[in-house]
């Protein structure tokens, strides 16, 4: 059996309920190496950079993460979190010149809406995923290039600039000394990590992704909780959307492009196995932040701008290698 | 004389401990067609897989014409030889009929494919044989009938002279069977050896020219003619003699008291037709009939895993809302499913969460889980149930079998249910944990519940106070706490004895 061939120090590891973070040596040794390259690294300025720049794809990666322990798959989110922003500044603007609307609808109303769209949207997912059984994979990739599309049309492909400050508020402002969507994401890591362990909810997604014939005998409902999943999904990417629009005080049209890639590589990393009900938000929490550091020391530690990316790619399958070498059982079990 | 077409010699097979076959020995002569019966268990299909080559005996000879059978892993060589028709498809669903007929064995040039001159050689061998499919039909969108029709012509095309049919009516309607039937005379008619499987007894009588019967994995009967074997000394030997059954309990019953379990007229299109019966508090009932017979599909209904089309399931005098497990769980229902590691354990959760997974409700407000309630829930079933697990935090996968039987059976108690469905509650535990599980039944019993014990394994029926039979989607037979092993299996083959 694998559990007796695993190692002491893993068995320990397991049965502290901490295989989920045994990517922290390899974050402390990116951090470390960073730091050499470049004290600034360890300056507070920095540290909170990194976690306010990490803080809209940890949203995601928990959006993704409760839909991956449903052994399901939503590749919409990143057009989620470019859409509904869009549609928000758009209906807000006021000037049709500048590619909106020219409604100028109230601030208050316009971010209700970007909300709402985000939950009808994962309420379509979970539609055609639930009711007419269709495969998540391709019906979340379909409504990823609509959105994406829709994203464009609607503006002509321009970026929206100028909007309200409300509107942008969610990643402009700062709570105490510590960045608003800092705080925002924090707490809703504890919110849900507690969820997933302890509500019914939380572990109707680890029985349903495990087993979900024996999750309904069981008496979980199980095409209620696959739909609330998207639904909720839905509302996480369109708040990540509007935390991204107000960090950098615009709404570009290919707001999120590329994200979905970034979300799934955090997570696996983070030990949330694609097959379904395994896999904890500890885990996928630490994976955001080696992504997310590592991003920042490449950077600082001016790599070629061109080769960034296929370092960063070069890295993350490392890390993958790692989580596997020290932490993850194989796929097959 | 002419050589017989098979002929098995002393087969042994043992899995681990268990002995399967115990030197089994037959010869079916060329040309005959020889019925194989047997109680399940018996050994009958740990026989067809040798005689198809999927498994090697211990040991033993199997021949055929004469000739020592291929060694293993040839399945070419195999497939020249034998070839059976099962219960289940082995073609491929997504590909048509003409490439299901020649599959990896392309006409021509065995690398390409030559798709004119494959389609025309199925179409020559789906007329020869009168299949009445198109070629290009996907083996999908075949009809049962059709399909066992392209596999036995697959077999012939291979050159098979020996077919297996192993329980090939299971999934047919009457005419379709009298087709088969039809079918069948003809290859006999033509030479072709077949050796046929069937809880059917009629069948037997109807297409085979003798008949072999195995139980407990020896060879009782070896092939005595059909005609000189009546279908009682059939039913004598599949049965043996007769175990004194010391063990049933005596009935708990208040008699006055309204029944827990309350079937009423339940039908649902072609599974069940009709069903009624009740079941008093204490009470342990038997549902039995053959596989396919729709027992498991009443279960089924009553858990609320399956909607009936019309009827009522009442459970202390409160009618379940059809189709809705919930509701059926809170109004007293449990369940415990047949194939638990399909329909049972949640493999990556605890022990402690499989065990209490249906009353997580009761652990807090909100659907909130308080770690203690559940802790404590679950430490009262995991003793009581002597579930041996290094933990109550061991992923449930990692138990034996008969431990994660007791867990699937601690999560259905758990919730003090008033009625408990229990289907093939101990098939595949080991002896020792068949007992426990008979005890917790009979804890669960004493306490007031009714139990349904849905099965046609006698050892599990036998603590039943009445057992009623399933034939083909209706209760034909009940019978009363002084039911007779032979006579119910009689009735649960469907003989009139």
């Known amino acids: ?333 | 004389m002419q050589p017989a077409a098979v002929e098995v010699r002393n087969i042994s097979k043992a899995f681990g401990a268990s002995q399967v076959l115990h030197d089994v020995s037959l010869s079916i002569p060329v040309g005959v067609s020889r019925g194989l019966v047997g109680r399940n268990g018996a050994g009958k299909s740990t026989l067809v897989s040798i005689l198809t080559g999927l498994l090697a005996p211990n040991s033993g000879k199997l021949l055929f014409d004469d000739v020592e059978a291929p060694a293993q892993r040839t399945s070419r060589e195999w497939r020249n030889k034998v070839a059976c028709v099962y219960q289940r498809s082995t073609l491929v669903p997504t590909m048509s009929v003409a490439e299901n007929l020649f599959a990896n064995a392309y006409p021509g040039n065995p690398s390409w494919v030559n798709w004119s001159r494959l389609r025309a050689a199925a179409r020559g061998i789906c007329e020869e044989w009168e299949l009445g499919v198109n070629v290009d039909t996907r083996a999908s969108d075949l009809r049962v009938e059709q399909r066992q029709l392209v596999e036995i012509a697959r077999a012939l095309a291979k050159g098979a002279r020996f077919i297996i049919f192993d329980e090939p009516t299971a999934a047919l309607e009457s005419k379709e069977v009298a087709r088969l039937f039809d079918r069948i005379r003809r290859l006999k008619r033509e030479g072709v050896t077949l050796l046929y499987i069937s809880h059917h007894l009629q069948e037997i009588y109807d297409i085979c020219d003798s008949v072999t019967v195995l139980r407990d994995g020896r060879v009782i009967v070896a092939g005595a003619e059909v005609a000189d074997l009546p279908k009682d000394k059939i039913v004598e030997a599949m049965v043996g003699e007769q175990i004194a059954r010391s063990t049933r309990r005596p009935p708990v019953l208040s008699a006055s008291s309204a029944p827990a379990l309350s079937v009423k007229h339940l039908s649902l299109a072609s599974m069940f037709h009709d069903i009624s019966f009740d079941i008093s508090p204490g009470e342990q009932v038997g549902l039995a009939g053959l596989g396919g017979s729709g027992k498991e599909q009443i279960a089924e209904a009553i858990a609320g895993l399956l909607t009936a089309r019309s009827g009522d399931i009442l459970v202390g005098g409160v009618t379940l809302k059809p189709g809705h497990v919930p509701t059926a769980q809170l109004t007293g229902v449990s369940y415990v499913p047949r194939d638990r590691r399909r329909r049972g354990i949640l493999p990556q959760l605890s022990v402690a969460e499989n065990l209490t997974v249906s009353i997580q409700r009761t652990f807090g407000n909100f659907g909130w889980i308080a770690p203690r309630r559940l802790e404590a829930s679950a430490r009262q079933l995991f003793s009581a149930l002597s579930i041996v697990a290094s933990s109550m935090r061991q992923p449930v996968v990692e138990l034996s079998g008969g431990n994660q039987q007791k867990v699937v059976i601690g999560r259905a108690l758990a919730s003090s249910p008033q009625v408990l469905v229990l289907v093939y509650p101990t098939q595949g535990v080991d002896v020792a944990a068949k007992e426990a599980i008979f005890d917790i039944v009979a804890t669960a019993q004493a306490r007031g519940a009714a139990a349904l014990i849905v099965s046609d394994e006698l050892d599990e029926l036998r603590n039943c106070q009445r057992v009623l039979v399933v034939f083909k989607g209706s209760i034909v037979k009940a019978f009363g706490a002084d039911w007779s092993e032979r006579d119910l299996i009689a009735a649960i083959e469907g003989v009139d004895a």
């Open chain 1, 1 to 333: 059996m694998a559990a007796s061939a695993q190692s002491g120090f893993k068995a320990r590891l397991t049965s502290l309920g901490l295989r989920e973070l045994t990517l922290i040596p390899a974050l402390l040794i990116v951090g470390f190496v960073g730091w050499l390259n470049n004290p600034a690294f360890l300056t507070s300025d920095n540290l909170l950079n990194i976690l306010q720049q990490s803080s809209e794809l940890s949203i995601l990666v928990i959006a993704e993460t409760l839909i991956l322990l449903l052994a399901k798959i939503d590749l919409s989110l990143e057009s989620i979190v470019g859409f509904t922003p869009m549609l928000g500044a758009w209906l807000i603007s006021t000037d049709p010149s500048l590619g909106g609307s020219g409604l100028g609808l109230n601030p208050a109303l316009a971010i209700a809406i970007v909300f709402l769209t985000g939950a009808l949207i994962g309420a379509l997912n979970g539609f055609l995923v639930v009711k007419m059984r269709l495969s998540p994979f391709i019906v979340t990739l379909s409504i990823l290039i609509l959105l994406r599309g829709m994203t464009l049309g609607l503006t002509n492909g321009t970026t929206l600039f100028d909007l309200p400050n409300s509107f942008l508020y969610l990643g402009s402002a700062k709570w105490g000394s510590v960045p608003a969507s800092i705080w925002i994401a924090a707490l809703l890591y504890l919110f849900f990590g507690i969820g997933l362990r302890y509500h019914r909810i939380g572990r109707a997604l680890y029985a349903i992704g495990g087993n979900s014939e024996a999750a309904r005998v069981a008496g979980i409902q199980v095409d209620r909780v696959v739909w609330g999943t998207y639904i909720a999904s839905g509302l996480l990417a369109a708040l990540a959307g509007l935390m991204l629009s107000g960090r950098i005080a615009s709404v570009v049209s290919s707001q999120g492009q590329n994200m979905i890639f970034y979300v799934f590589a955090a997570a696996v990393i983070g030990g949330v196995n694609l097959n379904g009900g395994r896999g904890r938000l500890v885990g996928a929490l630490t994976g955001v932040l080696l992504l997310g550091v590592l991003q920042n020391v490449l950077t600082l530690s001016q790599v070629p701008t061109f080769w960034i990316d296929a370092v960063y790619g070069a890295i993350i399958l490392l890390a993958l290698i790692f989580a596997r070498l020290t932490g993850d059982r194989a796929e097959d079990v």
